[in-house]
């Protein structure tokens, strides 16, 4: 993070060769993921620890999210008497956005700052310059495993979520606020298809390779100067970027997909 | 599981004790304040203005099937106000902000300069743990002021030029169901949440195991803690306003 005495040229500059540095990075990681077979172990360790690991988390959180989403509606709906059109609302909302945003962002949180810390340890430890000696490119050994396993897995956390999330907001619905569970349902059956269960899980997937991608740049670029430090803004970089990203992306995939 | 929660209403005490009563370390809290303002716009203004872009372009089309377009404002007035621009943009503070003000009390408390504050009778909840929490609690409704208006100009984007929805009808609803209530639910959620924040990245802070490794993890903690509390909180308020009809 920049301190507060630099000058705004000097930060300007700062952050575009940042930039081009993750643009650089960014065509390593695509022609490194696509060209050669992740090795297996890694790959399914990363699987298990991105996808097996926020899934707890993921849970509570979306199970929060519904109930939320079913209350707050029904006091902005019932302004002008349209709360029995909850599910409706609840179910487009939902699924076509907040439960895929939210386990983009949340997972994202987790999963970003557990890869970029566990790279920037790497870094400043010179467990990565050690690969090199071996002549294993790290890029291969430990991004490309990285970057498949968080792209795969959170396709199916989004997919996760909208059932949780639908879950919850019907029992708020139903239990809570006393609404008829069957119109809730018929609702939800009409306005939600599987295309947009698949829509949420195709964001997921574009929302996952970004989160990955940047967590992993921010991880791999520390250097070995910036010491213990490093670890922690990398880290907070990953999160906070990774989250910034995965908002506004998801405004572009909604506007091509339902605009 | 019990100790920690035991430790956590002890050192909510210390907080509440230390911030009612003097020394009050004035500068400190306004330092901070700057800071977090600084760190922190950039990033809440870009995750809270798409909700609202979000908000009207999925509205139009559920609206648009009873012909209630002209409705539409109201929803999104209210609902960037009282519920996304407090739930975002704190959860965003604490991305940002939160995991730095952990780190820093973490960092400290590694080197031993939290020791050496108490050694020199300075107290180190006093001195370093209020004036973060004080600067969340002061910070986070403040930026939560730009990202409504962001919240609602972009949404307005989405509904007016691109969504066709007419400017005279957009602003006649919004202005006549908002009320100063909404205003200030909102204002007040952000409030909790950020001394959720800020209580929760102190605790953290100061209860950090022994090395480098440690401080990042508390850094880590607090995010996602402070968002589960928040959603949480977000839906134990929401059912309290609704019961309270407000």
């Known amino acids: ?51 097996w690991g926020s899934l707890a988390l993921l849970t509570m959180l979306t199970a929060f999210a519904g109930l939320n989403l079913s209350v707050q509606s029904y006091a902005s709906f019932e302004r002008f008497g349209g709360q029995d059109l909850l ?65 795969l897995a959170l396709p199916l956390l989004c997919g996760y979520a909208d059932v949780v999330g639908i879950a919850a907001s019907y029992a708020g619905a139903v239990y809570q606020l006393d609404l008829d569970a069957g119109s809730f349902m018929t609702q939800i059956q009409e306005q939600v298809g599987l295309v947009d269960i698949g829509a949420g899980m195709l964001k997921g997937l574009i929302m996952g390779w970004l989160v990955a991608v940047i967590a992993c740049f921010h991880g791999y670029s520390v250097s070995k100067r910036d010491g213990a430090d490093g670890v922690g803004i990398s880290t907070n970089l990953a999160i906070v970027h990774g989250a910034v990203t995965c908002i506004v992306v998801n405004l572009f995939l909604s506007w091509l997909i339902y605009g | 599981m019990l100790q920690t929660i035991g430790g956590l209403v002890v050192f909510m005490a210390q907080v509440a004790r230390a911030t009612f009563s003097r020394p009050f370390y004035l500068r400190q809290t306004l330092d901070i304040m700057a800071i977090l303002v600084q760190r922190c716009i950039v990033p809440v203004g870009l995750a809270v203005a798409p909700v609202g872009a979000v908000i009207s372009l999925q509205g139009i089309a559920v609206f648009k099937l009873f ?18 621009s407090p739930a975002l943009a704190s959860v965003m503070v604490a991305a940002q902000a939160g995991s730095s003000i952990a780190a820093r009390i973490g960092t400290m408390k590694v080197r031993g300069q939290i020791d050496a504050l108490a050694v020199m009778s300075v107290d180190p909840v006093r001195y370093v743990v209020v004036p973060g929490v004080l600067a969340c609690v002061l910070v ?79 850094a880590n903690d607090t995010v996602v803690s402070t968002i589960v509390l928040i959603l949480f909180t977000d839906y134990v308020v929401s059912m309290a306003l609704l019961g309270a009809g407000l």
């Open chain 1, 87 to 151: 599910g409706m609302f609840a179910g487009v909302g939902g699924v076509r956005e907040l439960y895929p945003v939210m386990a983009a962002v949340v997972c994202g949180a987790r999963i970003g700052a557990n890869l970029a810390a566990s790279l920037a340890n790497m870094r400043i430890s010179e467990q990565i310059e050690a690969l090199e000696v071996m002549a294993v490119d790290p890029l291969d050994y430990l991004i490309s495993p990285r970057l498949w396993a968080v792209t």
């Open chain 2, 140 to 218: 986070t409704p403040l930026l939560s002021v730009v990202t409504n208006l962001l919240g609602i100009l972009s949404g307005w984007i989405f509904a007016v030029p691109l969504g066709g929805v007419d400017h005279g009808a957009f602003m006649d609803n919004l202005t006549a169901q908002i009320t100063p209530m909404d205003l200030w639910v909102g204002l007040g959620k952000c409030a909790v949440f950020g001394l959720g924040v800020g209580m929760i990245a102190g605790y953290l802070g100061l209860n950090v195991g022994r090395g480098a490794a440690d401080v990042g993890k508390a």
């Open chain 1, 1 to 51: 993070m920049s301190g507060p005495d630099e000058g705004l040229i000097a930060s300007v500059e700062r952050s575009l060769t940042k930039l081009v540095d993750f643009v650089r990075f960014v065509g390593l990681a695509l022609r490194v993921q696509f060209t050669r077979v992740p090795p297996r172990d890694v790959f399914i360790t990363q699987f298990v620890d991105a996808g």
């Open chain 2, 67 to 84: 012909g209630a377009e002209r409705m539409l404002s109201a929803f999104l007035g209210t609902a960037i106000i009282r519920e996304y």
